[in-house]
């Protein structure tokens, strides 16, 4: 395939990559400092879009995908405020749109696992449950995505959480989502339910960002063909 490379920061780089890897060729790499050159493109050369330009460029860059009849696999955090009209925009053009906040498989897997604790905590109000999720110090969005998805699935079983707040919560209602920033960690994700007498925790830590870029690439090798708005859970099984 020709892949249009959106954002050719840590992820953009380990997508070219992967695809390269799998037998994928880089048509254009966009960037801040080419973002011009986005106009000088032919859209019939391109079968796929990746996008990871981050949270101030995705809508911009999502649109002219879209505008184009380019289908397009987004992984961008922290502009999720207009997912809403960017599905009906690819709706309405009869468009190809892929989202997910987070593309590894084995967070996937943890979103299930996630979804199921909930579900059986559910019935035991003891326990307080809690996010936090830890990522290196250039990220520009808090909490991560990944970390809202969690809680939006916590928020969905547990009665007692109403809201999420990225801070230690105050009220019973809020869930609270704890964002910590280090040097050099890609990401990684606790959900804890704590009581007086003990604590249950799941974890997901990314070793690298090589899951993330496998899932986007195999997300794009998918996508092209498809006429719709698309996430993980049409792409996996469990
Ligand atoms: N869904 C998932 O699985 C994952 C999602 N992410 C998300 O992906 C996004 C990117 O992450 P990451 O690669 O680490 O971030 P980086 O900051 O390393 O890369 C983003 C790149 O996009 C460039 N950029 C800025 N504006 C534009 C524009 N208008 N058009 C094209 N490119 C532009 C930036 O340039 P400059 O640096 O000059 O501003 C930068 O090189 C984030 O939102 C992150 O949260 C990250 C990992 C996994
Ligand atoms: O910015 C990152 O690096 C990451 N962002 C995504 C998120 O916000 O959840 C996914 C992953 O955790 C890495």
């Not at 502009?79 to 590894?104: P, T, V």
């Not at 967070?107 to 604790?117: E, T």
């Amino acid at each position: 395939m020709n892949i249009l490379l959106l954002g050719y920061g840590k992820m953009g780089k380990e997508i070219e990559k992967v695809a390269i890897s799998r037998g994928h060729q880089i048509a254009h790499k966009i960037d801040l400092n080419n973002v011009e050159d986005l106009h000088t493109i032919n859209p019939t050369e391109i079968d796929v879009a990746i996008e990871f330009s981050g949270p101030e460029a995705a809508v911009a860059n999502l649109l002219f995908c879209l505008n184009n009849n380019i289908p397009v696999v987004s992984g961008s955090t922290g502009w999720l405020d207009r997912k809403s009209e960017i599905d009906s925009i690819c709706l309405q053009k009869k468009g190809a749109f892929f989202y997910a906040s987070n593309y590894s498989l084995g967070v996937n897997v943890f979103f299930h696992v996630n979804r199921v604790l909930a579900k059986v905590m559910s019935r035991y109000p003891t326990y307080n449950v809690a996010i936090e999720e830890t990522h290196h110090t250039e990220k520009k969005d808090a909490p991560s995505g990944t970390a809202l998805t969690l809680a939006k699935d916590v928020i969905d079983h547990i009665k007692t959480k109403t809201s999420w707040v990225n801070a230690s919560a105050h009220e019973l209602s809020q869930l609270s989502i704890v964002s910590k920033r280090e040097p050099q960690v890609p990401g990684t994700h606790l959900v804890k339910y704590d009581s007086q007498v003990d604590s249950i925790e799941i974890k997901h830590i990314a070793h690298s960002r090589e899951g993330f870029a496998l899932g986007a690439v195999v997300a794009a090798e998918w996508l092209p063909r498809k006429v719709g708005v698309f996430g993980m859970e049409d792409m996996m099984e469990f």
